[in-house]
């Protein structure tokens, strides 16, 4: 790797806490064991290895990332239920459903 990169390694074990259902591919058992296998392989611990743990974005941080209407869906979809429009963003899909309370 040329010096002077760095590579994020961005976790938090908050991902754990995430559950989007039997039919969903991002299940948090294989979660959890790819970062206990990079962590026991001492990848983290890399010197071009920056450890980045994130921090859920503020009301006023989203709007620099999402449109105004998508998070009006995602907003409305976080009731569990499927808004309007909810499907022109790849939501209510097997994998990406709607669930209630995932936008927090």
Same mark, same amino acid.
Do not use: Q, W
């Given at each position: 790797?040329?010096?002077? *990169?760095?590579?994020?390694?961005? /976790?938090?074990? =908050? !991902?754990?806490? !995430?559950?989007?259902?039997?039919?969903? @591919? *991002?299940?948090?058992? %294989? #979660?959890? *064991?790819?970062?206990?296998?990079?962590?026991?392989?001492?990848?983290?611990?890399? @010197?071009?290895?920056? /450890? +980045?743990?994130?921090?859920? &974005?503020?009301?006023?941080? #989203? @709007? +620099?990332?999402?449109? &105004?209407?998508?998070?009006? +869906?995602? %907003? &409305?979809?976080?009731?569990?239920?499927?808004?309007?429009?909810?499907? =022109? /963003?790849?939501?209510?899909?097997?994998?990406?459903?709607?669930?209630?309370?995932? !936008? =927090?």
């Amino acid at each position: 790797m040329p010096s002077g *990169l760095t590579t994020a390694f961005i /976790y938090t074990p =908050r !991902f754990l806490e !995430f559950d989007y259902g039997p039919g969903h @591919p *991002l299940r948090t058992e %294989r #979660l959890e *064991l790819t970062y206990d296998s990079i962590s026991a392989c001492g990848l983290p611990a890399l @010197p071009s290895i920056r /450890y +980045v743990e994130p921090e859920p &974005a503020t009301d006023d941080e #989203l @709007p +620099v990332f999402m449109k &105004a209407d998508y998070l009006k +869906v995602l %907003r &409305a979809a976080d009731t569990g239920d499927a808004p309007p429009g909810a499907f =022109r /963003y790849g939501l209510g899909a097997s994998d990406n459903p709607i669930l209630p309370g995932i !936008f =927090r």
